[in-house]
């Protein structure tokens, strides 16, 4: 509780993707085939696995995550130094880079996805299936109440 005696939804989630960001760094880094990827990291590989057969730009990862331009750029460009992806020009618009999966990232998926999927069934410890539906379904109108 805070100082007005009240819980608060805001900084309770805050401090939960802090508790989780954290965490999941945590076993990422501590596993050796996991690479030294990041929690996001990881994610946008997934998405890009996932959107293979399709054109990947940046304002897509920045649309999928919720995030802010500045911090897509800062997140790709990481990723393209350490080798994970790269960026391609596509023919039909010049200012435009795809950005695709390198072969490093590929080896490194596989055993994220099964680190990832460990970790989700810890946070779900506890918690039935319907419980969880009712957490998705509150994390959703929070969402929709915030845009």
Same mark, same amino acid.
């Given at each position: @509780? ?6 608060h939804i805001?900084?309770?989630? %805050?401090?939960?993707?802090?508790l989780?960001d954290?965490r ?5 880094a ?11 990291q990881g @994610? ?8 293979e057969?399709?054109?990947?730009f940046? &304002?897509?990862? =920045?649309?999928r995550f ?5 911090t ?6 990481l990723?393209? %130094?350490n ?11 010049? &200012?435009?880079k ?5 072969? %490093?990232? &590929? ?8 680190i990832?999927?460990? *970790? =989700?069934?810890?946070?779900k410890?506890? +918690? ?6 009712? *957490? *998705?379904?509150? +994390?959703? /109108?929070? /969402?929709?109440?915030?845009?």
């Amino acid at each position: @509780m805070d100082a007005c005696g009240e819980r608060h939804i805001g900084m309770e989630v %805050k401090i939960l993707s802090t508790l989780i960001d954290r965490r999941m760094n945590e076993r990422i880094a501590e596993d050796s085939q996991g690479g030294g990827l990041t929690r996001m990291q990881g @994610m946008v590989i997934r998405y890009l696995e996932e959107n293979e057969d399709a054109p990947v730009f940046q &304002r897509d990862i =920045e649309k999928r995550f919720d995030i802010r331009r500045s911090t897509a750029t800062s997140i790709l460009q990481l990723m393209e %130094k350490n080798g994970l992806i790269a960026k391609e020009a596509v023919d039909y618009d010049a &200012r435009l880079k795809r950005i695709i999966m390198t072969p %490093k990232a &590929r080896a490194v998926q596989d055993h994220v996805c099964e680190i990832i999927k460990d *970790f =989700e069934a810890e946070l779900k410890t506890g +918690l039935s299936d319907g419980e969880v539906a009712i *957490f *998705f379904e509150l +994390l959703d /109108k929070i /969402k929709n109440n915030i845009k």
